[in-house]
């Protein structure tokens, strides 16, 4: 599709075609054949160092765009992106797409479903219920039991067990809000990618990117019930107890070790190998690597010990 | 069933046949031909007004019946009541209802599985493991991702995302108890309905209502891994992120916005237009709008900064 | 295997067969065809009574061991655990197991799933969706709603009902790390046991013990998205509101009600008809009955709620 075919969609005229449209991505990341967006003036700083060949912009800001970018003049970008990022998004299965591959000594349940242009390793166990999704893909010696399902593209390495119930790459929750409060939802095109060797608990809901991939790396461990939101990054070897949630683009460096019903909340940054005990809500970026946290919002644990006895103090 | 024939399975014996029952309900909703309870005496304000065919109630409170209602007095009425919800409770799956309908347009997996009675609508996707329950109504340019539960006589509306693993209607978390501790299941003969334009993510619980519905209104997002309890009432275009849990019977305004593993207490009213912060536990009904909280017991947003910061202050 | 074969894996060589490896247990519950560990110094004092045949243990403990138990000397002793483990676990499905047996007036599915093995007894209903593991057995009057999934050996009483999305046995969250942080799954050899007359709601994650059996009791009642971790064990008549979780080995005494979004820290034991606010967060053992907590860390609920208000006046 051209820029300006894909423009008329939210009411855009423009007297060239300009470009044929590849995708839609962040301002950092967006090449020439793709289009971007400035979802609020704190991203302005970003906009003159994008490679994108269109920006979605407002009019206040319009002149900070670099030469050559086709400005997409909105009175709301976020909408209009939300509004755009459907004509990105592949069919949710598509008939088109090649048979399944399905590598030697791998069983599939005959009640497991498999979809077109899915990609199995060797001695895989596919068990029923579970679903793989067009264009997955999942290694070798990987275990998928009954009722897992991974959503269309997403990754899944060599050497994991997903336990029952377990859904990888379900749409993350992001849309774009109008002043009267109708929601217009962005369709994530990314997708989740899942290391070698990682271990997942039972009715996990690991969410797919917007853009890019939300990433589990290897050796990681998952118990249960745990959100992993859109665009987390989960480190090597982590461990994270059963509840705790993570908020969107949060990156969590390898070997942090998360006590049951934690949460961590979205755009942070966690410095390897550190301790959060059990319901820490971690509210800021960690920098620091070697220590133990607790408490909402969170603290070194010692210092909430000591809180927790003064506090139990005040009542005398 | 006559109630005579009714209540003999509560070791009542009527004289007379009375009526035919055609269901049991609240003391407010029920009409001349349901039958009705008093489960504890803050209850009785509402007898006298009551429409209900017949009552239970205990002897202590048996004068507050109006004239002409039947009087079922027992020991425990909310015991008795529970014994008797089975019988209102329709069959999980009927053999006897009509074959399923299904839109044109609307591709139905053929691991998927509908009940009878069901009622599809157009271009739908129901996708491999899906499950429509008996009598459940499902609109328009729906989907339901892999292994969705939609449990019978539920409504799911026009234009909605409902992703794996969801469940839609299981039975509420209701019984009665006796001294030593047992419990007698009360059925849930209600259901859920869902709104047009409504989102759900993965591994949500929406249990249906003990009478009337649970619902979800047009319009609301839901993240991942929430609970929405029997007879709650989330608002239209209400935002819900994971791992938030509404407790029975509450009912939450239009537009709503609830930050990540936050809590609502059950039977309470949130005015339309408020935030809670992440892990807010809602203690209290809530009768203004356009407000910030945090905390548990939850507070202004503000105030319970301050408090954090008093309290991190109090170390020193 | 003898233990001679077994240990090889590890790179012990033994000059004798020694026995018959039958099993791996803990060191009070091992006999004399099994095997054992000491995980650290602080189950030292067990090693003496235990009847263990052979026990993997630290050069510096070596000679706490008794009289005929075969010593297993290595560096760590838990991650070797770990190896061994794998080597006790049955197939996860056994195409030699008989086929399974389904008790009379039992409807199951065509979309159900039940592995060789199965024992299903009278008048169930197994759902479309569900699956039953190898070797589990299901009592009589039983109801699997859709997609419910039970792992292999585990066991579910007489007249229950587990609602749909619900998983029971998937392996606890166990595994030995060494200390570059990478970890070595401990395969999860026992199993998972439900009582009688045992309600279940959806989306639940009910893992498997290490050793011996996960236990909900009869009568216990559980709400939705609800975690028991390994080797819990959960008390008669047991009253659990939905987002509850209870870390590994806690033992819940009978008619305990929890709050929805409780948590219970790890082997604790809580005597019988206590009950725990919303939110509590119990890290002790409870010894008394009869009281009603709150909080994290918990205290008496009066108590509790004088400091919010202690809390609330600090502000002003």
Redesign the interface.
């Known amino acids: 599709m051209t820029l300006k075919e894909l423009v008329a969609n939210i009411g855009i005229e423009l007297e060239d075609e300009c470009f044929e449209v590849t995708g839609m991505n962040t301002l950092s990341d967006a090449t020439e054949s793709e289009i971007s967006f400035v979802a609020n003036s704190k991203y302005i700083k970003d906009v003159a160092n994008s490679n994108a060949g269109a920006i979605l912009i407002d009019e206040a800001n319009k002149d900070a765009l670099p030469d050559g970018c086709v400005a997409l003049v909105v009175e709301s970008p976020y909408w209009d992106m939300a509004t755009l990022s459907k004509f990105f998004s592949t069919p ?1 299965e598509d008939n088109n797409l090649p048979k399944a591959i399905i590598g030697e000594g791998t069983s599939v ?1 005959a ?1 497991a ?1 498999v979809a077109n242009g899915a990609v199995i390793g060797k001695n895989c ?1 596919i ?3 579970a ?1 793989v999704g067009a264009s997955a893909k999942i290694g070798d010696n990987t ?1 998928l ?3 897992v ?1 991974v ?1 269309k593209e997403c990754v899944v390495g060599n050497d994991c ?1 997903i ?3 377990t ?1 990888i790459g ?2 993350g ?1 992001g ?1 774009a ?1 109008n002043r009267v ?3 217009n ?1 962005i369709y994530h095109n990314g997708n989740v990618v899942i290391g070698d060797n990682v ?1 997942i ?5 690991i ?1 797919r990117a917007v853009f890019g991939s939300t990433t589990i790396k290897a ?1 990681a ?1 998952l ?3 745990i ?1 992993v ?1 859109h665009n987390c990054e989960i480190g ?2 982590a ?1 994270v ?3 705790t ?1 993570f ?1 969107g683009s949060s990156k969590v460096g ?2 942090n070790v998360f006590g ?2 934690s ?1 961590v ?1 979205g755009h942070l940054e966690i410095a390897p ?1 550190n301790t959060f005990a ?2 820490t ?1 971690v509210t800021k970026t960690v920098k620091t690597s070697g220590k133990t946290y607790a408490g ?2 969170f ?1 070194d644990h010692k ?1 909430w010990l ?3 006895g ?3 103090r ?2 005398k």
């Open positions: 949710i349940s009640k479903e166990r068990m029923a219920g679903y275990i039991y009954p009722n399902v959503y067990i336990h029952a119930g859904v379900s749409d929750f849309f809000s409060g109708e929601h939802k271990e608990g039972s009715n996990n809901s969410d050796g461990r118990d249960n019930l959100q939101a090597e070897n461990v107890a059963s509840q949630g908020a390898r070997s049951a019903q949460g909340a190998f059990a319901r809500g909402f919002p603290m210092l000591k809180i927790q003064k506090i139990a005040l009542i």
